[in-house]
C-alpha cells in the first residue's frame, strides 16, 4: 500500500513496524452531540482504510478509536441539560454506535473512553514524564506544555516559529494556527466541574492530553504506525498530541498521519455543530435514502478532496447501487454450462485494476469505476449468451473481494432482507390516522400506530406534529 503522510506531504510506501500489524489511532467522535455525516465521512474513510489494509495490504489491525467524553464542549453540555457527564455522553456514545453498525463500519479493537480510569491515570502519567523532561510547567493550579522547549514544535503544520511568544498560554481546546501558544494538558476546575485527582493536582485533563495518553497505553509505545482524523484535526490537536507524546518518551510517536479532508454542505461550508448546518445518519434515512447509498456517497469520493453533499448524490448513488446488484442478480441466473478464457481473463484485470488503485493511497472513485467496467462487460457477455456458470461464480468471487474493501453489497444485502419501508406510504398512514384522531376514532388511530410498529416504525406526537422513526 501507498499512503498520503501529511507528516511529510508526501506518498510513501507503507507497511506495519512490528509483526505484520498495523497499529492505528484514529480521534472519534466528541460525543457531545449525535455525530454528522461530516463526521461519518471521515469515519467511513478510515474504515475502507482499515479494510483495505487488511485484505490489500494483508496485514492484521490493532485500532484504538477513543470517545472524548471529557473537553470543553461536552462539559458545557452536561452542564446545560443538568446531568452527569457520564450520563449525558452515553447517550451519545449509544447514537454513534447505532450509525456506525448501520453504515457498516467495522468495530476497532479498542474503543477507550477518556474518562475510564486507566486512561486518565495514563494522562497523569505522561504529563508527569512532560513536567520531568522540561516541557511542562505549573500555573494557577493547571499545567501547561511550554512549546518553546520543543524545537521541532509546528512540524506537522509546518507552523513558522518566528510569530510565537514564550510564555504566551491558551486555555481552550480548540484555537487557530496564527494562535499557538502554550496549551493546557491539565486543567483547573471549579467546583461543580468533573474533576479527578491522580498527581498532578485536582483537575480535569486538555483535549490534547486524552489521545496521547490512550494511543500510547492501548497501542504498545511509540512508534505507532498510523494516526489518523479529520484535517480540521492537524492543529492545533494533532501537532499538540506530537509534541506531548515525543515530548515524553523523547521517540517518534506516528509514522504516518492520514487526515480525510471535509464534508461540505451546501456551495462551500464545512458540515460542523457549531456552525448549525448539520444533517445525521437518521436524518438521511428518513428522507428514504438506504444506509448503503449514504456509505457510497461517503466512500465515492478520494478522501482527499473535499466531498461537496447534495440530494442528489444519493440519488445517483441509489442507482449505481441498484445496477450492481441487478448485475449479482443476473449472474445468479445464469444455467449455461462452462467457463470462457475471456470472461476468467476479464475477471483477472478487473482485480488486478482495483487492487491496485486501492493500494494508490486509498483511490476509492478509480477502484469504483474498475467496478462498474466488469459490470458493463458481464452483463454484455450475459447478452450474448457468452457466460457460463463457472464465469458467474469467478465474477461473484471478484464482487464479494471488492466488497470486502468497501463494504456496500453486504449492507444492501441486509437492507433487502429486511421488511421494505415506503416513506410515502408512512406518510399517508400518519395523515389517516391523524384524521381518524380528529373524528376521535381512537381504535382506527391505534390499529395504525400498531399496524407500523409492526413493521418497526414508531411514531412519536409532538406539538408540532407527528415524527417517525425507524425501530
Ligand atoms: P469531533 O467530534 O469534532 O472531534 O470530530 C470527529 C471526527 O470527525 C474528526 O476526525 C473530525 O476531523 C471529523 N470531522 C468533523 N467535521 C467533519 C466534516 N465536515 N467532514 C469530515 N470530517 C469531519
Ligand atoms: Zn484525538
Known amino acids: 500500500m501507498r499512503l498520503y503522510n501529511t507528516l511529510t506531504r508526501r506518498i510513501e510506501d507503507f507497511a506495519p513496524l512490528r509483526d505484520d500489524t498495523v497499529r492505528m489511532y484514529a480521534c472519534g467522535l466528541t460525543v457531545y452531540a449525535r455525530g454528522h455525516i461530516g463526521n461519518f465521512r471521515t469515519f467511513v474513510c478510515l474504515d475502507v482504510l482499515r479494510r483495505a489494509l487488511r485484505h490489500v495490504g494483508g496485514h492484521r489491525m490493532r485500532q484504538v478509536v477513543n470517545f472524548t ?11 446545560r441539560d443538568g446531568v452527569p457527564l457520564r450520563e449525558y455522553t452515553d447517550r451519545y456514545i449509544a447514537a454513534f454506535r447505532e450509525d456506525a453498525e448501520t453504515l457498516g463500519i467495522e468495530p476497532a479493537e479498542e474503543s477507550p473512553r477518556a474518562t475510564d480510569e486507566a486512561n486518565l491515570r495514563a494522562m497523569v502519567e505522561t504529563i508527569r514524564a512532560l513536567e520531568a523532561r522540561g516541557h511542562a510547567y505549573r500555573s494557577d493550579g493547571s499545567v501547561y506544555f511550554r512549546i518553546a522547549s520543543l524545537p521541532d514544535y509546528g512540524k506537522l503544520a509546518r507552523l513558522d516559529h518566528a510569530g510565537m511568544q514564550d510564555g504566551a498560554r ?14 493546557v494538558l491539565w486543567k483547573a476546575t471549579g467546583p461543580d466541574e468533573p474533576t479527578w485527582d491522580y498527581g498532578v493536582g485536582p483537575g480535569r485533563p486538555g483535549w490534547h492530553i486524552e489521545c496521547s495518553a490512550m494511543a500510547l497505553r492501548l497501542l504498545d509505545g511509540s512508534p505507532i504506525d ?10 492545533p490537536h494533532h501537532e499538540n498530541e506530537i509534541a506531548q507524546s515525543e515530548g515524553s518518551t523523547g521517540e517518534q510517536f506516528a509514522r504516518f498521519w492520514v487526515h480525510v479532508e471535509h464534508l461540505l454542505l451546501g456551495s462551500d461550508v464545512k458540515m460542523s455543530k457549531s456552525l448549525g448546518n448539520v444533517l445525521n445518519v ?32 444519493l440519488g445517483q448513488a441509489e442507482e449505481a447501487l441498484r445496477r450492481l446488484m441487478d448485475c449479482l442478480a443476473r449472474l445468479d441466473a445464469v444455467t449455461a454450462p462452462g467457463a470462457q478464457a475471456d470472461v476468467a481473463e476479464r475477471v483477472g484485470a478487473a482485480r ?48 464479494e473481494s471488492f466488497d470486502d474493501v468497501l463494504g456496500v453489497i453486504a449492507l444492501r444485502r441486509r437492507e433487502e432482507a429486511a421488511p421494505p419501508v415506503d416513506v410515502l406510504e408512512i406518510e399517508s398512514l400518519i395523515e389517516e390516522r391523524r384524521a381518524a384522531r380528529r373524528q376521535r376514532d381512537f381504535p382506527t388511530a391505534d390499529r395504525i400506530r400498531d399496524e407500523l410498529d409492526a413493521r418497526g416504525i414508531v411514531l412519536e406526537d409532538t406539538p408540532a406534529g407527528t415524527r417517525w422513526k425507524r425501530k
Open 282 to 313: 437518521r436524518d438521511v434515512l428518513e428522507r428514504g435514502y438506504r444506509p448503503s447509498a449514504l456509505r457510497y456517497v461517503l466512500l465515492s469520493t478520494h478522501y482527499r478532496k473535499q466531498l461537496r453533499f447534495g440530494w442528489d448524490s
Open 170 to 183: 491558551i486555555d481552550s481546546d480548540e484555537y487557530a494556527k496564527d494562535a499557538a501558544r502554550d496549551f
Open 226 to 235: 498510523i494516526h489518523a482524523g479529520g484535517v480540521d484535526l492537524i492543529f
Open 352 to 399: 488486478e485494476a482495483f487492487r491496485a488503485r486501492i493500494a494508490d493511497d486509498l483511490n476509492t472513485p478509480g477502484a469504483i469505476g474498475a467496478i462498474f467496467e466488469l459490470v458493463r462487460d458481464v452483463n454484455t457477455a450475459i447478452d450474448a449468451g457468452d457466460l457460463g456458470v463457472e464465469d458467474a461464480a469467478t465474477v461473484r468471487e471478484a464482487f
Open 69 to 79: 467524553d471529557v473537553d470543553d464542549k461536552t462539559i458545557a453540555g452536561a452542564r
